[in-house]
T-cell receptor, first 111, second 116 residues
């Protein structure tokens, strides 16, 4: 399977703390994307980082990409209770034109 | 804002029934996708389409077929529903894969299908 893997599977932190989630994948990619899913709903796109980029920011989100290690991380700074959700990384593989998702990290932010 | 609409939020069907899941997007996206989501397994790609009447198998196409007669509509068909197809089904769309650097997926809210 080409499916990537997220780490950790679940994360529980206090409001105001930073949350870091990691993603590893297996083959060459065009880009890597992070999504958020609130319980029972569809996924919402957060950020896309291309294979030639190393870091990207969007508000309180920071994403890094290390293509030599085939890994990415998502950092949420100053977390809020409203950040409680599942977070997925997804990779668009070169030559395949399909986007493959990992199993996700469940983040719980305690108020 | 892109809107991806799935026809049903919840669906209950019997084993052996033919099931149609409909998805419509309003942003003229070339690509459309069907995923299923199961606890602990994340999202798994069933089929995708990069143009009208074009389709490609994803990672788990067995037991499913798709139809894309119009650009905005992508249907997932369960030819003979089975209990192991009980799942959350998510439709998504995106701009063409030829777009440099890629394009994010826009998801519908999902259809929770129960096969009894």
């Amino acid at each position: 399977s080409q499916q990537g893997e997220e780490d950790p599977q679940a994360l529980s932190i206090q409001e105001g703390e930073n949350a870091t989630m990691n993603c590893s994948y297996k083959t060459s990619i065009n880009n890597l994307q992070w999504y958020r899913q609130n319980s029972g709903r569809g996924l919402v796109h957060l950020i896309l980082i291309r294979s030639n980029e190393r870091e990207k920011h969007s508000g309180r989100l920071r994403v890094t990409l290390d293509t030599s290690k085939k890994s990415s991380s998502l950092l949420i700074t100053a977390s809020r209770a409203a950040d409680t959700a599942s977070y997925f990384c997804a990779t668009e593989y070169t030559g395949g034109f399909k986007t493959i998702f990992g199993a996700g990290t469940r983040l719980f932010v305690k108020a | 804002d892109v809107k991806v609409t799935q026809s049903s939020r919840y669906l209950v069907k019997r084993t052996g029934e033919k099931v149609f899941l409909e998805c419509v997007q309003d942003m003229d996206h070339e690509n459309m996708f069907w995923y299923r989501q199961d606890p602990g397994l994340g999202l798994r790609l069933i089929y995708f389409s990069y143009d009208v009447k074009m389709k490609e198998k994803g990672d788990i196409p067995e037991g499913y077929s798709v139809s894309r007669e119009k650009k905005e509509r992508f249907s997932l068909i369960l030819e003979s529903a089975s209990t192991n197809q009980t799942s959350m089904y998510l439709c998504a769309s995106s701009l063409s894969q030829w777009r440099v650097g890629g394009s994010p997926l826009h998801f519908g809210n999902g259809t929770r299908l129960t096969v009894t």
